[in-house]
């Protein structure tokens, strides 16, 4: 017996063999083994070992020639080709391709073992979306809201901020939700607004006690703050982080400025220079208390 006779599709694609489980949606049958199914599966474990006197087990005879098997409805929750990709996982897995599947397939996967309690399937799905390459950020909040991946929800929302939400697909809007968007709305202008004072009006120095010409220096400073080379540009041109202009400064010479003070001064500035990432992790936090599952 080849791997393939595991799985049997009533569309005919693969070779058909008595199963003891005839799972049924929308006019597809999959014949499948009762024991592996239970295995896997936490809720067909429950389903088809414990008796429910409020679920009766179903009698509708199977009508592809599969006899006397039991038939289950599944829930409608998923298409058809989901339910495909799902048993296909669980029947059938060693035949796939070594390359990483298709974004929609892993999501399928994820979708189905979430539902079906198929701990393996989650894993998987987890383990494969992460390093996906086109594995949206819009989806990727979408599906961490919805399966409580707390991490999901904040990696998204960091690349989410990248995006303009003017710029958004009204695709886009509808995976992230009414409140994910305004979330982002406030937070971008937030770190808008702040990088905005930041670029336009230069920290006051701090001078060390031997700065004999504190004006000079200031100017000095404000002068080179204020440049397209300097963190002016830093902040809207290359469009770095506060953290990666905290770092750039170590090097960082304006002009003619006391030594000194320039270290005093840029040591100071961490606080300022990395507080967007504390205005993102704030709003993240407060976002995942209101959609998060
Ligand atoms: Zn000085």
Same mark, same amino acid.
């Given at each position: 017996?080849?791997?393939?006779?595991?799985?049997?599709?009533?569309?005919?694609?693969?070779?058909?063999?008595?199963?003891?489980?005839?799972?049924?949606?929308?006019?597809?049958?999959?014949?499948?083994?009762?024991?592996?199914?239970?295995?896997?599966?936490?809720?067909?474990?429950?389903?088809?070992?414990? %008796?429910?006197?409020?679920? +009766?087990?179903?009698?509708?005879?199977?009508?592809?020639?599969?006899?006397?098997?039991?038939?289950? *409805?599944?829930?409608?929750?998923?298409? !058809?080709?989901?339910?495909? /990709?799902?048993?296909?996982?669980?029947?059938?897995?060693?035949?796939?391709? %070594?390359?990483?599947?298709?974004?929609?397939?892993?999501?399928?996967?994820?979708?189905?073992?979430?539902?079906?309690?198929?701990?393996?399937?989650?894993?998987?799905?987890?383990?494969?979306? &992460?390093?996906?390459?086109?594995?949206?950020?819009?989806?990727?909040?979408?599906?961490?809201?919805?399966?409580?991946?707390?991490?999901?929800?904040?990696?998204?929302?960091?690349?989410?901020?990248?995006?303009?939400?003017?710029?958004?697909? +009204?695709?886009?809007?509808?995976?992230?939700?009414?409140?994910?968007?305004?979330?982002?709305?406030?937070?971008?202008?937030?770190?808008?607004?702040?990088?905005?004072?930041?670029?336009?009006? %230069?920290?006051? *120095?701090?001078?060390? !006690?031997?700065?004999?010409?504190? &004006?000079?220096?200031?100017?000095?400073?404000?002068?080179?703050? !204020?440049?397209?080379?300097?963190?002016?540009?830093?902040?809207?041109?290359?469009?770095?982080?506060?953290?990666?202009?905290?770092? /750039?400064?170590?090097?960082?010479? *304006?002009?003619?400025?006391?030594?000194?003070?320039?270290?005093?001064?840029?040591?100071?500035?961490?606080?300022?220079?990395? /507080? &967007?990432?504390?205005?993102?992790?704030?709003?993240?936090?407060?976002?995942? /208390?209101?959609?998060?599952?």
């Amino acid at each position: 017996m080849s791997r393939h006779d595991w799985l049997y599709f009533a569309d005919g694609t693969l070779t058909l063999q008595a199963r003891d489980v005839t799972l049924a949606v929308d006019g597809t049958l999959f014949n499948v083994y009762r024991h592996h199914l239970i295995a896997k599966s936490g809720f067909f474990s429950g389903m088809l070992t414990l %008796p429910n006197p409020n679920q +009766p087990t179903p009698t509708l005879k199977a009508s592809n020639g599969t006899s006397d098997s039991t038939v289950v *409805p599944l829930p409608r929750n998923f298409t !058809t080709v989901e339910y495909e /990709k799902f048993l296909n996982f669980i029947f059938n897995i060693a035949s796939w391709s %070594p390359d990483i599947p298709l974004v929609a397939d892993l999501c399928a996967i994820l979708k189905t073992s979430h539902f079906f309690a198929v701990e393996s399937g989650v894993e998987y799905a987890v383990h494969f979306l &992460e390093a996906h390459a086109n594995f949206p950020a819009p989806l990727q909040f979408r599906m961490g809201c919805d399966y409580s991946l707390v991490d999901w929800v904040t990696a998204a929302f960091d690349d989410l901020m990248a995006i303009p939400v003017n710029d958004m697909t +009204p695709e886009d809007e509808e995976l992230i939700g009414d409140k994910a968007f305004r979330a982002l709305a406030l937070t971008q202008a937030e770190v808008t607004d702040h990088r905005m004072s930041l670029a336009v009006c %230069p920290p006051v *120095p701090t001078h060390a !006690t031997w700065c004999r010409n504190q &004006e000079y220096c200031q100017t000095q400073w404000d002068n080179a703050w !204020t440049l397209m080379a300097g963190p002016l540009g830093w902040l809207f041109k290359e469009e770095l982080s506060g953290a990666e202009i905290y770092k /750039k400064l170590d090097l960082w010479v *304006p002009a003619a400025m006391t030594g000194e003070c320039r270290f005093l001064t840029c040591t100071r500035l961490e606080l300022d220079l990395t /507080k &967007e990432e504390l205005i993102i992790d704030r709003a993240v936090a407060a976002l995942i /208390k209101l959609v998060v599952v």
